[in-house]
């Protein structure tokens, strides 16, 4: 005869501090060691099915480092658009104005940031979103 435990038994003791529903691998070795706790002593957990938990513990802890890594790897390689643009400091750029038909050049000086898109502060005292950007050149210093 086999006995069944109320789970509520062993769960109604942890700590309720989370309530997402992610299993995380506290979580799982919480439940894992539970059930080896309270198992039958005369008909205890077989072999592979401890070793198939494991398994799954162990792939959990690996996709979780996996997941963190590739994160932070992510996050590493985000560029901000002011750096994105730094380059053109000192190049001449010729642009589309919205109020004008025909393009202007002139050099830039300064890069910013705006809601995360760059502006190119440039030498005539306009401002312009780096998206309206046609061409850049090097300025001749004949």
């Not at 070795?29 to 494991?54: V, Y």
């Not at 994160?71 to 001449?92: C, F, N, R």
């Amino acid at each position: 005869m086999m006995t069944k435990i109320d789970p509520g038994y062993y769960l109604s003791n942890q700590s309720r501090g989370t309530t997402s529903t992610d299993l995380g691998k506290d979580e799982f070795l919480k439940i894992l060691m539970a059930q080896l706790q309270n198992q039958d002593p005369l008909n205890p957990m077989e072999d592979k099915e401890f070793i198939s938990q494991m398994a799954s513990f162990s792939s959990l802890e690996q996709m979780m480092n996996m997941s963190k890594s590739i994160d932070q790897m992510a996050k590493s390689q985000q560029v901000t658009p002011v750096i994105q643009y730094s380059h053109l400091i000192g190049q001449e750029v010729t642009y589309q104005q919205e109020s004008k038909e025909e393009n202007s050049k002139s050099e830039v000086i300064a890069v910013r940031q705006s809601d995360g898109q760059a502006v190119l502060e440039l030498k005539n005292g306009e401002e312009v979103n780096a998206d309206s950007i046609l061409k850049v050149s090097s300025i001749n210093l004949d």
